[in-house]
């Protein structure tokens, strides 16, 4: 529950943040609040200075008994500024990536027919172009007025008609304050790529991680299926359920799970369920190659189109080799054994990483992400503790040394930094 005494925190704060805007003589202030059951709802209120609007702002908090909603967002607009909608539209062409327009927009200078850009992304209200494929162009967004339409409808509970044409829009960004259940107020970054992003205090680091990798948990708890399959994530927008399936990504998540049962201590709980994980992949990511398994991801379960990534073997490493560290159950022992042997034979040519196969075993693409050396390098580590012959130890050993001679450090990526220290365990253990 809200108390009184931290509304006056958060009045206080956006009552500094609006002092140093540029919006003397307006204030806009949005409150988005959310059960945890259904998407947020926002409600703006508007008048030419802060205290009158913040007056607004708490007899419909008090009116609606917002204090005991799980999530609280406040927000004030501290930058706007009408521009003809020609820029606008240019401003959208040049959006890098879809969902990625940092303002929130307004139809009218007074900003009473608004949205925020959380609102924005949420909601579908800018769509790519046909011609557009992630990673690869530019999406040329423009309005999806079907959505917009429904959204404002939705918002607004009446019709809201928009001038046709636009003539011109205003952009605007806020700085706000979150507020979580346990009533612990978050400020929200303002500038940087972290923008509407909660600041992390120092002093609170230790507690903020524990409730992540918590939350993380039972997250993950919640998405797996009897069967051992994933959902694999959702469309936000419309809350649609994704098709699309990723051998990387399921042992990855089987492996983040499994550090995380270690630390929460909940083997009774999830152990089952991560097992049933385990052997689904087997059962189904997987081709069967004179006798040895290599595991397989899927492009296309329609026409049985498939590929081979070093980066999803070494996942399977990680995964089963921290099943089995964790259990002490061995019947995983051969699965390790293999992959070990698969990518040694499929993925290594000449000292140097193979990234992707194709159906056939041929090279794909000799090179993808540089993740995936680092990921196979940590994975033969951790698979080592668990089958230690020499065979796995000097695989990674020539990885390594390939890695250092192209100057890998150069990238700062995390898994070869969790393979390298995983590797001076080993040596010290060696002692």
Excluded at 242 to 256: C, D, E, K, P, Q
Aim: net charge positive.
């Amino acid at each position: 529950m809200l108390k009184h005494s931290k509304l006056v925190q958060i009045k206080a704060k956006l009552s500094s943040y609006y002092e140093k805007s540029n919006m003397q003589g307006q204030t806009v202030i949005y409150i988005s609040w959310s059960t945890g059951q259904s998407r947020a709802e926002v409600k703006s209120f508007c008048s030419k200075d802060f205290d009158r609007t913040w007056i607004k702002v708490q007899r419909f908090f008090e009116r609606n008994n917002l204090s005991m909603v799980k999530y609280l967002k406040f927000d004030v607009v501290i930058y706007s500024k009408k521009i003809p909608y020609q820029k606008f539209d240019e401003m959208l062409k040049e959006t890098p990536r879809n969902n990625y327009f940092r303002y929130g927009i307004a139809f009218d200078e007074e900003l009473r027919i608004s949205l925020l850009e959380e609102e924005i992304n949420g909601n579908m209200i800018f769509q790519p172009d046909r011609e557009h494929k992630i990673g690869k162009n530019k999406p040329n967004l423009s309005f999806n007025h079907v959505n917009l339409s429904k959204y404002l409808f939705r918002k607004y509970k009446k019709p809201i008609i928009l001038p046709d044409p636009l003539k011109a829009i205003t952009i605007f960004r806020t700085r706000g304050i979150m507020v979580n259940e346990g009533s612990e107020l978050y400020e929200l970054q303002y500038r940087g790529p972290g923008i509407n992003v909660r600041q992390h205090l120092k002093k609170n680091i230790v507690s903020d991680l524990e409730r992540v990798i918590k939350d993380g948990r039972k997250y993950l708890s919640d998405q797996i299926l009897d069967s051992g399959k994933f959902i694999y994530g959702y469309f936000p927008q419309f809350n649609k359920t994704l098709i699309n399936y990723n051998t990387v990504r399921h042992f990855s998540t089987l492996y983040a799970w499994l550090e995380a049962v270690e630390d929460l201590e909940t083997y009774e709980e999830d152990l089952p369920k991560i097992k049933s994980g385990l052997d689904w992949g087997i059962q189904n990511l997987t081709t069967d190659i004179e006798g040895h398994l290599l595991f397989k991801d899927i492009i296309d379960r329609r026409i049985d189109a498939f590929e081979y990534k070093l980066g999803s073997n070494a996942m399977v490493l990680l995964a089963f080799s921290k099943y089995q560290e964790i259990t002490g159950d061995l019947q995983y022992e051969e699965i390790l054994i293999n992959t070990v042997k698969m990518i040694k034979e499929y993925f290594i040519q000449d000292g140097d990483t193979i990234h992707v196969l194709n159906e056939k075993l041929e090279v794909k693409e000799a090179f993808r992400t540089v993740y995936y050396d680092g990921e196979v390098l940590f994975g033969l580590a951790r698979a080592y503790k668990q089958i230690p012959d020499d065979t796995t130890l000097s695989l990674a050993e020539s990885i390594l040394k390939k890695l250092v001679e192209k100057k890998y450090y150069k990238y700062h990526d995390h898994w070869i930094s969790y393979a390298v220290n995983e590797l001076l365990d080993v040596y010290k253990r060696q002692r």
